[in-house]
């Protein structure tokens, strides 16, 4: 398994009032994986790959795509990645064939053999224009552009923010056989955290600015439990060791590390899941008084 | 810096960035010339508004972005985009030129005289490539600052470009050995020679210095 992706303390400043910060960003993305990156909405996570994909100058780090570094090689590097943006938004009084004409002349790898047999596969008409595609649509021709140049990496900025389940699960499949083989790899950003338990191998959490939680997604869920309990059950020990606490008048649920379940012994517990994990740290934050 | 990149993307600003009025303000300028009273550069101001437009259709689809994505360098876009927006312009002057040798045969043998402007000679295409190039340099490196908007810049170019109507006028008035500034003649066209060429160094020159402008500008802009 190879790196295809690494960025290290990554730095963005948009001063003023409303500004944001990028604090340090790092991860890396290994080949032959699907890696989800979740945070909610304002996080950072379309910060990250402006800055990543040089989009927006980044104030301090460093960005390497497969071994190479950015912006250096950004012209070769690119030639290597996919990127969706949402659902494809430009040009949109233009019609399919014209985009793609103009699209195709850049890459080295562009098969158009492949491009049809996705138009097909999406039910894609090359005649109509962007802007009279469902959102559902858009993503696929985007992701049809992107899967016809033979690109090592797909970095997908919210795909899936707007479809039906249908649509969705579909998306997910094209993902798993993207990756499937080993050398290809999938950054997928995304708030839609059930995609993720689908199809994600990886998990890089993004929390105001700050990575907040990286690593495989089996261990980071199988690192959390939820805990029920009522409102006799709640210890001083019990409320410190809580990640987040939801409280009800009958009781409680909360989100507690797996190393220190002990002290919830006898209430019940579940597994965690990404929703939950993530539910738990933002919105049910326990906050030291 | 890649031919085969910046030849790539003049062809996708010509794709899907040409709106319909860069064909329009085509005919105009050279259906323009035929007017025997008129003040000549004028034909040829059209062609900014043409120009506003691929700037324009450039913010309305995104195209900074949809270039940003592709396997170019930022220096390639804008040096693909001041191609695009020169090679307009040139093309513009090179296919009035022959209207121009028409209109100026019919306008002598009508033995009419251009009150309202001067002549269509070669001293005219050289204040409209000053006027190109005054245009440019605002337009171009505004475009490549902040939210990528040429609104204001193109009105503000618009106005440089009307200056050089101010040289169409000292033209026309001059005396004392300079009036074939003004002519149509060969041996005028000749001694205009120099004016023309002088003018295209510079129009080359102020391109160059607005595509390092503009470089500097979108390798620090927010895409």
């Known amino acids: 398994m190879t790196t295809i992706l690494e960025a290290k303390n990554l730095c963005k400043v948009y001063p003023g009032p409303g500004g944001f910060e990028l604090k340090n960003v790092g991860f890396s993305v290994p080949s032959g994986c699907i890696t989800g990156f979740i945070g909610r909405n304002g996080a950072g996570k379309t910060t990250t790959f402006k800055v990543i994909l040089g989009l927006s100058p980044r104030d301090a780090g460093e960005v390497s795509l497969f071994s190479k570094p950015m912006p250096e090689h950004e012209a070769e590097c690119k030639q290597d990645i996919g990127v969706v943006f949402g659902g494809f938004s430009y040009h949109e009084t233009k019609r399919l064939r014209a985009v793609t004409k103009a699209f195709k002349r850049f890459y080295k790898n562009w098969s158009e053999e492949k491009y049809r047999a996705l138009l097909k596969k999406f039910a894609l008409d090359e005649n109509k224009r962007i802007k009279e595609l469902s959102a559902g649509m858009k993503v696929k021709y985007a992701l049809a552009l992107a899967l016809s140049h033979d690109a090592k990496l797909l970095m997908l900025d919210e795909p899936t923010s707007g479809l039906d389940p249908v649509s969705r699960d579909e998306i997910m499949d094209i993902f798993r056989e993207f990756v499937d083989g080993g050398e290809r790899s999938i950054l997928f950003s995304t708030h839609i955290t059930s995609d993720l338990d689908k199809c994600a191998d990886y998990i890089i959490y993004i929390r105001d600015g700050a990575i907040a939680m990286q690593g495989d997604r089996e261990q980071i869920i199988g690192g959390y439990r939820l805990i029920q309990g009522g409102r006799d059950d709640m210890s001083e020990a019990l409320r410190a060791a809580l990640i987040g606490i939801k409280e009800t008048p009958f009781g409680f649920t909360g989100l507690i590390r797996e190393s220190e379940l002990y002290l919830a012994e006898g209430l019940a517990t579940a597994k965690a899941d990404i929703e939950s994990i993530m539910l738990y740290t933002e919105k049910y934050e326990r906050h030291e008084s | ?223």
């Open chain 2, 1 to 223: 810096m890649s031919f085969s990149n910046v030849k790539n993307l003049i062809r996708k600003d010509l794709g899907l960035l040409s709106h319909p009025t860069v064909f329009l303000f085509l005919f105009l300028a050279c259906g323009m010339l035929f007017i025997p009273e008129y003040p000549r550069p004028v034909g040829f101001f059209y062609a900014l508004i043409a120009i506003m437009n691929i700037f324009t259709l450039d913010v309305q689809g995104k195209d900074h972005e949809f270039s940003g994505l592709l396997p170019v360098q930022k220096r390639e876009s804008v040096l693909a985009r001041v191609l695009t927006v020169a090679l307009y312009e040139i093309a513009l002057l090179v296919i009035t030129v022959p209207f121009a040798v028409l209109s100026n045969m019919l306008i002598s043998k009508l033995g009419r005289v251009n009150h309202a402007g001067m002549n269509t000679n070669l001293i005219l295409y050289a204040i409209v490539l000053l006027g190109y190039a005054a245009y440019n340099i605002i337009v171009i490196p505004g475009a490549y600052h902040k939210q990528f908007k040429v609104y204001f810049k193109s009105f503000v170019g618009m106005l440089a470009f009307s200056s050089f109507i101010g040289f169409e006028i000292l033209v026309r008035n001059l005396k004392g050995g300079l009036e074939y500034l003004n002519g149509t003649s060969p041996a005028a066209l000749t001694r205009q020679i120099p004016f023309l060429l002088g003018a295209a160094a510079m129009f080359v020159i102020v391109n160059v210095i607005a595509y390092f402008i503009a470089s500097r500008r979108y390798e620090k802009a927010e895409i």
